[in-house]
């Protein structure tokens, strides 16, 4: 069972998780078996000591401990140990579950040679590594999947934050000094430097220039204590490969290195180490404070702020993630005490619940790509059905200004009668016709409401001293109506509407506007037979709607034709001359984009024209070091083989030593010269030819962009000289107020159309007209 989350989209588990606990016990020639024994199922240590026959006969000493834990590491080899501990808890983290693994215990019990081990001897190499070895062939498993890898190396020493990554020589130097942040996003380091690493190899470097960073003393116990705790984290991404799964997930895994617990009196520990001892033992305490409050539940508050380690571990502990913690302890009878303490420790953790979940995450830009390839296949659908059902010159794009005033005229005219039934043609439509619908009856309301106060004097009858004034005055009747004289043109009676309040008007002139500004801002589409007329309102404006295909450009002339035949155009303005030496179809785009390059796209063209030399030479270079590769590598074989012939005869013959030395003939000495010097041109080669392949990506990105620019303003020019009406083009001159892409073309033409059908009315002294015919829009020039 899966339930989302808030907003991180985070996939939640319906049960909860122990914290795995396991304990680890350092091999000693002096085992204390008469003290310490294990369970029979390997899973339970028991602690027994005899009593102190000094306290007397009255003795409540207690002398038997038992400790029910995940499972005891006892000889066990590092191989062993990852697989118990880590194994599962990585491979958990491919899947999106964070993890954490701790190691805690006394100084010099084994946790760091549990958590990174040795680097002599490849076998006892520890958790760290073989964890990162774990990732890395995980993702080669998972083709289907793009999965990225980050670390970063903490380090707590003396309640301070150093980041053990930071020598590095691309790391830069930051005053600021490192701070824990919390976030809806969980807890982070901030000023912890974060590296990319695409191999295992890359991984393995980082880790061990880490660990020569840490801070190391010499005492007692220890020769190589670690005087600090040190946190190195995985971060994990997985996308998938799948253009069409917008969904990816995110974990990370806490491996954690805690400093060993001391005991002064046995470490004896002076100056700065005694200082660090008392920094240890105080974060360690305020460790177990936390684990006592979060194994408590009727505790509310958890001390996670007390010191810079629990405040780090604060996701770990008890939170969003599979948690395995390691006890190591010694089996000496000398250090039975602290034994104990690191068991009891390791009993309070298991009663530590946690609740693992997978960290899944959206990605916007794929998310928009998907859903706008489903409306584009439901457009498409929505086509198909219309056309079964000869629905033609439908589309369900937002309307425009345009199409809300011929829907507001169709309501107009059905109102008075000449129109018998408006056609329905999707929903935007319909939602349209009603918003119209109220637009009107707020003006009709007005109107009325204008022409009754222009006419009678208005009385509230809620406002009775209103009514008493005009009782003493005789202007009431007996049923208290009011008498008056309207405009000199006898007596009328008249009686206020309970609704007509003093305010009402301002009420309506409110609801007017926000009505008819809600309804500007509402687009749609036209009915069939309204597209027709305002096909026909200009030419300039089917050029503008059809600019997308050339056959209705093509078609321009014809309906400028039959637009210039329904009515003469009014205007006598001369610039109306100008349109008969403008074209009347647009020149084809190959001949127009020959023209732009030698004009206004000179500059951009000849760019293109010398990045794509720069790249062609480039790509020339490439093939050229790419035979020369391939020319080395066969003489590099050759040479080997020759060299297997000399091996072979030499061990044939026999072979001959001195002090220790293989003595070899001058052939193959001269053989191995040979081959040595090939591999360092080999070497050489591959190198430039990988700064090659850098720079012929960038020199290709360059030509692309190049080629989108030289598009885009070719596109812009083509529209601006042949498309665009040149009535829309004064105001996109250099010295206009308006320029190209400020404005819609939609809305820009409807601007200069209604400047010109103003000057159309002045000319022909209409201004008594209070509306245009539809019809008439058509002989305007644009």
């Known amino acids: 069972m899966k339930r989302h989350k808030n907003k991180q989209r985070i996939i939640k588990m319906t049960t909860r998780k122990k914290v795995h606990t396991y304990v680890r016990v350092k091999p000693t020639d002096e085992f204390a078996y008469e003290m310490i024994t294990f369970g029979e199922d390997n899973k339970s240590i028991d602690i027994h000591i005899k009593k102190d026959s000094r306290r007397g006969i009255i003795n409540n000493q207690q002398t038997d401990w038992s400790f029910k834990l995940d499972g005891v590491l006892h000889d066990a080899s590092q191989d062993c140990v990852y697989d118990t501990v880590a194994k599962e808890v990585v491979a958990q983290a491919l899947d999106g579950y964070n993890g954490t693994i701790m190691c805690y215990g006394q100084t010099g019990a084994g946790k760091t ?4 081990g040795t680097t002599e001897n490849y076998k006892h190499r520890g958790i760290l590594p073989r964890a990162l070895q774990q990732v890395f062939r995980m993702i080669e498993e998972r083709p289907t999947h793009s999965i990225t890898v980050r670390v970063s190396y903490l380090e707590i020493c003396n309640e301070a934050l150093f980041d053990l990554l930071s020598t590095l020589p691309y790391v830069g130097n930051s005053d600021t000094p490192m701070s824990i942040v919390e976030s809806p996003q969980g807890i982070f380091v901030k000023g912890l430097s974060v590296h990319m690493t695409g191999r295992e190899e890359d991984a393995f470097s980082l880790l061990f220039e880490g660990e020569t960073n840490r ?6 116990m220890n020769k190589n204590s670690s005087r600090s705790h040190c946190i190195f984290t995985i971060y994990i991404e997985a996308h998938s490969r799948s253009l ?4 990816y997930i995110t974990s990370k895994i806490n491996l954690v290195d805690l400093a060993g617990s001391e005991r002064v009196g046995k470490t004896g520990s002076e100056g700065q180490i005694l200082k660090e001892a008392t920094y240890i033992n105080k974060s360690l305490s305020f460790l177990e404070q936390a684990i006592i409050a979060l194994g408590d539940r009727r505790r509310e508050h958890v001390p996670f702020r007390q010191c810079k380690l629990t405040h780090a571990l604060k996701d770990s502990l008890g939170g969003n993630c599979n948690m395995v913690i390691v006890a190591n ?12 303490s690191s068991l009891r420790f390791a009993s309070r953790m298991k009663l530590i619940t946690t609740e693992p979940s997978i960290n899944e995450k959206y990605d916007a830009e794929r998310m928009v790509k998907n859903l706008e390839k489903e409306l584009i296949l439901l457009k498409q659908e929505l086509a198909i059905h219309d056309s079964l059902a000869n629905r033609a010159m439908v589309t369900y794009d937002p309307m425009d200004e345009i199409q809300i005033a011929e829907i507001n005229s169709q309501v107009r005219r059905y109102l008075d009668g000449s129109l018998d039934e408006i056609d329905i ?4 439509q319909i939602q349209e016709v009603f918003n119209q619908f109220r637009v009107i009856l707020s003006q009709q309301e007005e109107e009325v409401e204008a022409s009754l106060r222009r006419k009678y004097t208005l009385i509230n009858k809620n406002d009775f001293a209103t009514i008493t004034a005009v009782n003493k005055a005789g202007l009431v009747d007996v049923e208290g109506n009011t008498v008056g004289e309207t405009d000199g043109q006898g007596f009328g009676l ?7 309040k003093p305010g009402k008007k301002g009420k309506f002139k409110k609801t007017f506007r926000d009505i008819t500004g809600a309804s500007t801002k509402k687009e749609g589409l036209l009915s069939p037979a309204s597209a027709k007329d305002v096909d026909s309102l200009s030419t300039s404006r089917s050029q503008l709607l059809s600019s997308s295909k050339e056959a209705d450009v093509k078609d321009a002339p014809s309906h400028d034709r039959e637009a210039s035949s329904s009515e003469p155009v009014v205007s006598d303005s001369p610039k109306e001359d100008s349109h008969t030496t403008r074209p009347g179809t647009p020149p084809p785009k190959p001949s127009a984009f020959e023209e732009f390059k030698n004009e206004r796209g000179s500059e951009i063209n000849r760019i293109f024209k010398q990045n794509k030399t720069i790249l062609n030479d480039r790509r020339k270079k490439a093939s050229e070091t790419a035979q020369r590769i391939n020319s080395i590598k066969k003489e590099i074989d050759s040479t080997k083989e020759a060299l297997d012939v000399q091996k072979t005869f030499r061990e044939e013959q026999g072979e001959y030593e001195n002090k220790g030395l293989m003595i070899i003939d001058e052939e193959e000495f001269l053989l191995i010269l040979k081959l040595k010097e090939l591999k360092k041109q080999y070497r050489g080669e591959y190198q430039d030819l990988r700064d090659l392949k850098a720079e012929i990506q960038y020199c290709q990105h360059l030509v692309d962009q190049c080629r989108q620019r030289l598009l885009t303003e070719f596109d812009i020019w083509y529209k601006e000289s042949f498309l665009i009406h040149e009535d829309v083009q004064a105001p996109l001159k ?3 107020s308006i320029r190209l892409g400020l404005l819609p073309l939609s809305k820009l033409t409807s601007l200069v159309r209604l400047k010109m059908m103003k000057i159309n009315l002045a000319k022909s002294k209409h201004q008594s007209s209070l509306t245009v015919p539809t019809r008439s829009l058509s002989t305007m020039p644009e």
């Not at 040679?113 to 990174?116: A, S």
């Not at 302890?329 to 104990?340: F, H, N, P, S, W």
């Open 215 to 220: 801070i190391i003393a010499s005492h007692t």
């Open 734 to 736: 250099a010295k206009g």
């Open 425 to 428: 043609i999707n929903l935007r």
């Open 113 to 116: 040679y549990t958590m990174t």
């Open 244 to 247: 069409s799964d917008e969904k």
């Open 329 to 340: 302890i010694y089996g000496d009878a000398t250090q039975l005490d602290e034994t104990l």
């Open 494 to 500: 008249g009686v206020a509407p309970f609704s007509a």
